[in-house]
């Protein structure tokens, strides 16, 4: 009898402590991704974001609606490659704009690992963020685990619930951020939602996922200066872009299937 209930203490002490590992990760991830991504920081980019991507699903629906003469179906799967790369093509864009930095030689920081899509860093305060671009099917569902957002996702390992056995907490170095669009199912050329989201590096769950609109509650609007992307860059002022540098396609990784195509 008190084996059994040596037993069940013992489950019960492991759940309550999962629980409480679950819900300090939480708390932990968000004040991370708050304070290193902050909201009153990067309001402008993420709403200049909101705009450009809205524009790009719009324009990528009309095109194909207008010019493209295929039947529904191939041409759902025409809108939906067009669309991605056209938000692809305004979210680097944008990014620079605001002061982001493409990774350099397409390669994962601290990391041999390539990646095919255009990630952003920013730095803030000598801490960087890893900024990618990632469509939903739905709002909170996951996105497509491709070769970049696999690759992107090891950067998030300490911030994976864990027992923490050196008692040192997590070790944080640039954390991978995505910025994630849902289309809207019942009007073409729209967008549901947009959200700002951090995956576990084992591609499993969200470890935090908040829609663009409540991330910036309670943040004004008076214009702020752009982040830095990295040591010894300049700091630019946000203004209006007078000139629109052509996206060149990431170069596809040879050898892979459908599921790791970084098309969505």
């Known amino acids: 009898m008190k084996v059994i209930q040596s037993a069940c203490s013992l489950r019960n002490f492991l759940i309550y402590k999962s629980c409480i590992l679950q819900f300090d990760a939480e708390r932990t991830v968000e004040h991370y991704i708050k304070r290193r991504f902050p909201p009153a920081l990067f309001k402008n980019l993420y709403l200049d974001l909101e705009d450009r991507l ?7 629906f009309t095109m194909v609606r207008d010019h493209a003469g295929l039947d529904p179906k191939p041409s759902r799967e025409l809108e ?5 790369r056209m938000m692809e093509k305004a979210f680097r864009e944008t ?4 002061g982001g930095k493409l990774l350099e030689n397409g390669i994962i920081p601290l990391t041999d690992l390539k990646i095919f899509q255009p990630f952003m860093r920013f730095e803030v305060n000598g801490q960087g963020i890893i900024f990618g671009l990632a469509a939903m099917p739905e709002p909170k569902a996951l996105p497509v685990k491709n070769v970049s957002r696999k690759a992107g996702v090891t950067l998030n390992y300490y ?3 864990r027992l923490d056995l050196d008692g040192t907490g997590p070790k944080i170095g640039d954390i991978f951020v995505l910025f994630l669009v849902a289309r809207d199912r019942e009007r073409g ?3 549901s939602e947009f959200a700002i989201g951090v995956i576990d590096a084992a591609y499993e769950q969200y470890l935090f996922y908040e829609p663009l609109d409540k991330y910036l509650e309670g943040y004004a609007d008076e214009p702020v200066t752009a982040p830095s992307s990295g040591t010894g860059a300049k700091t630019p002022i946000i203004s209006l872009k007078k000139t629109i540098k052509p996206f060149v396609p990431p170069e596809k990784p040879d050898g892979d299937n459908d599921n ?3 098309t969505k």
């Open 80 to 84: 939906g490659h067009a669309r991605f």
């Open 54 to 60: 809205s524009a790009s699903a719009l324009k990528a």
């Open 189 to 191: 050329g729209k967008i």
């Open 95 to 98: 990014c620079e704009l605001h």
């Open 260 to 262: 790791d195509r970084d």
């Open 159 to 161: 911030l994976s619930p």
